[in-house]
């Protein structure tokens, strides 16, 4: 599958039939809202856990030297958290934009965090067949990745370190971000 996937989001789910819809977010779209919003809340999904295993030539890396951000793998029992969103349907014009690395829009079940209660959601995911797919490594190699990566939108370290930041503010634990943090504060001390 090509990385730019803007056309496949767009024709294999249109979403003009809605009022509104909850976008999950797991990576940059936890610390970066740079879109319109009716309302945001702290949900998580299951089944799904964050990893560095997509390359980005557009964001934190270049075409010639991609940089290292997050997907999500199918992982039975696994919870990831994350910030819900509602927005309303041209909103993803923008995010499809943000997103073309090679993700695709998925439909899947959020779960409000600190008050019950359940919604489907939109979740953006780079699986294994799109061409800027990386897949795994050591934390140390994903640390140094990282470490020496920068695209537009700024250095890839910065992608992970307000992440991190981000979960901890939220109370979050997530091993595979906070190891990886850990080695990549060694690198850059
Ligand atoms: C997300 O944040 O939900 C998608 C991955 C990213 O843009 O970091």
């Not at 940089?67 to 029992?77: D, K």
């Not at 958290?81 to 995010?95: K, N, Q, S, W």
């Not at 965090?113 to 934390?139: F, I, K, M, R």
């Amino acid at each position: 599958m090509s990385h730019n996937t803007i056309a496949l989001n767009k024709q294999q789910q249109p979403l003009d039939h809605l009022d509104s819809v909850w976008l999950f977010g797991y990576g940059s779209l936890i610390y970066k809202a740079d879109f319109p919003y009716m309302q945001c809340k702290p949900a998580c999904i299951y089944g799904w856990q964050r990893r560095f295993w997509q390359g980005s030539h557009d964001h934190r890396g270049t075409p010639q030297a991609p940089g290292r951000v997050l997907t999500l793998i199918e992982a039975p029992g696994a919870r990831c958290a994350g910030m819900a969103y509602e927005v309303t349907p041209d909103t993803f014009e923008h995010l499809d934009h943000r997103e073309k690395n090679g993700y695709l829009r998925v439909f899947t079940e959020l779960h409000w965090l600190g008050e019950p209660g359940q919604t489907q959601g939109l979740v953006y995911l780079a699986s294994a067949d799109n061409e800027a797919y990386l897949g795994p490594d050591t934390d140390a190699a994903i640390a140094a990745h990282i470490a020496s990566s920068a695209g537009p939108s700024g250095p890839n370290s910065d992608y992970l370190l307000q992440l991190a930041q981000a979960l901890r503010d939220m109370d979050e634990q997530d091993e595979h971000v906070f190891a990886i943090e850990q080695q990549l504060l060694k690198l850059l001390k």
